[in-house]
């Protein structure tokens, strides 16, 4: 029992699973998503009715806990949660404390991974990220098609009669916390929150020989194939890295990035994308540019689907960042579909804080970065157009005032009455 606001943390977190992780059935799968709060739960399953999210027994079971809390809680406005940095390092806590057999889970049909039941195991499920676009449907529709995938892997851990335990979390919060010693300290920790989220693992790296030719980053690198299914390659590519990068090239003027994954989802038995990159002299800038030319989606070796990238170019001696690179016509680099391959309507890429670079790459490091947002941003175009209006009514207010004449003769009640003429 704790009181309402507590956040717990790491060393709290890793007392409170004492009991799951010393008990005889030692089988415990983990349900990881980018973001989560208790909020969601409660909000998603009372304000929607028929269309609640929330449909497998886990969940289910999980949002009448929650409802019981609210009841009995003296408070049930804030409720206890979990420390963001505690869940980052779940992972680490559950590895530390045994003997696991760990397993990640990519293809989300448990039914064919083959458990020692009488043996520890640790199944990590890596959900598909929320939506980006913050749109409360389609976070509604993210967490519905999550719950399906919970509810589907542990029928099948059920069926086979396998005794485990689920854990449920996520990387961050899905909701801004706005207690006043936070809030106070916000901006100036903002910068450096997003650094320590930004360096949580390295970039993939492409080594030919001695050397290395491809740094590879981002945040959220994912796919939606068909608007329905949506791949997560985050964890595939950067953390587990099971993904093949035996066919990327490297020359001084082209570079091509080649990750393959064998059974990223049910339905599809190899992925291979491909980042085509080009180094040029450019004799108005009397300099060499790298310039992201296209990006290559092959399907089961033979459904090819491209991609011509624009806005993504930066000096050959820097790499090139982008907070956000995708096919919606909202991000400032984009992929626009090539016609000559129908088989690019099919598909959508999401990329979240990218950085990449192809040529020029030494100690291993990313150079300095070329960022595709320029200096004039909207916000300062808006603010530079609100003030010339502003100083423009101001000038002319001044102007007015500087108009105006007073009288320069005055009515004398004991004298005549003062007649001024028309003239004047």
């Known amino acids: 029992a704790v009181h309402e606001g507590k956040v717990v943390s790491e060393q709290e977190l890793t ?14 799968v ?4 980018d973001r989560l709060s208790i909020d969601d739960f409660t909000y998603f399953s009372e304000s929607y009715g028929n269309k609640n999210p929330f449909q497998n ?62 043996n520890p195991n640790l199944l990590v499920v890596q959900l598909p990220p929320l939506a980006s676009d913050l749109k409360e449907i389609s976070t509604l529709e993210a967490i519905a098609e999550n719950d399906k995938i919970i509810g589907r892997v542990t029928m099948d851990l059920q069926e086979r009669g396998i005794h485990f335990s689920v854990i449920y979390t996520a990387v ?37 020989g ?20 949506l791949i997560d390659l985050t964890n595939a590519t950067f953390l587990a890295q099971n993904v093949d990068i035996s066919a990327s090239e490297c020359t001084d003027s082209n570079t091509t ?30 300099r060499r540019w790298s310039t992201l030319d296209s990006v290559e989606i092959v399907q089961d070796g033979d459904k090819l689907a491209k991609f011509i990238v624009s806005g993504l170019s930066t000096p050959a001696e820097y790499s090139f960042h982008c907070q956000m690179v995708g096919t919606s016509n909202l991000y400032p680099a984009r992929l626009d579909r090539d016609p000559s391959t129908s088989e690019a309507k099919n598909w959508d890429v999401f990329l979240s804080n990218l950085q990449i670079q192809g040529f020029n790459i030494i100690n291993n490091q990313f150079s300095y970065a070329s960022d595709c947002t320029g200096f004039f941003t909207p916000g300062i175009w808006m603010g530079l157009v609100t003030s010339i209006i502003l100083l423009w009514i ?14 320069n003769r005055f009515d004398d009640p004991k004298g005549p009455a003062l007649s001024v003429p028309q003239t004047e």
Not at 15 to 28: D, E, G, I, K, Y
Not at 217 to 227: D, I, P, Q, T
Not at 264 to 274: D, K, W, Y
């Open 15 to 28: 007392s409170l699973l004492q009991p799951l992780l010393t008990q005889n059935s030692r089988n415990l």
């Open 57 to 118: 027994q886990v969940t289910k079971h999980l949002v009448n806990f929650l409802q019981e809390i609210l009841q009995s809680s003296p408070s049930s406005l804030v409720l206890p949660a979990v420390d963001c940095k505690a869940t980052k390092h779940l992972l680490n806590i559950l590895q530390e404390s045994g003997d696991w057999k760990l397993t990640n889970v990519t293809n989300l049909n448990v039914s064919q991974l083959e458990l020692n039941a009488s």
């Open 30 to 33: 983990l349900f990881l998503q």
């Open 257 to 286: 990035l080649s990750l393959k994954y064998t059974r990223p989802v049910n339905g599809i038995s190899s992925l291979e994308i491909r980042f085509l990159m080009t180094n040029k002299f450019y004799e108005v800038s009397a």
């Open 210 to 229: 001695n050397d290395t030719c491809i740094l590879f980053y981002a945040s959220n690198f994912s796919l939606k194939a068909n608007n329905s299914v």
């Open 394 to 407: 101001l000038t002319y207010g001044i102007h007015m005032i500087m108009q105006l004449t007073t009288n």
């Open 172 to 208: 961050r919060s899905s909701r801004i916390s706005r207690r006043t010693d936070v809030v106070a300290e916000l901006r100036r920790q903002l910068m450096a929150t997003e650094e320590e989220e930004s360096s949580s693992y390295p970039p993939l790296n492409v080594t030919i």
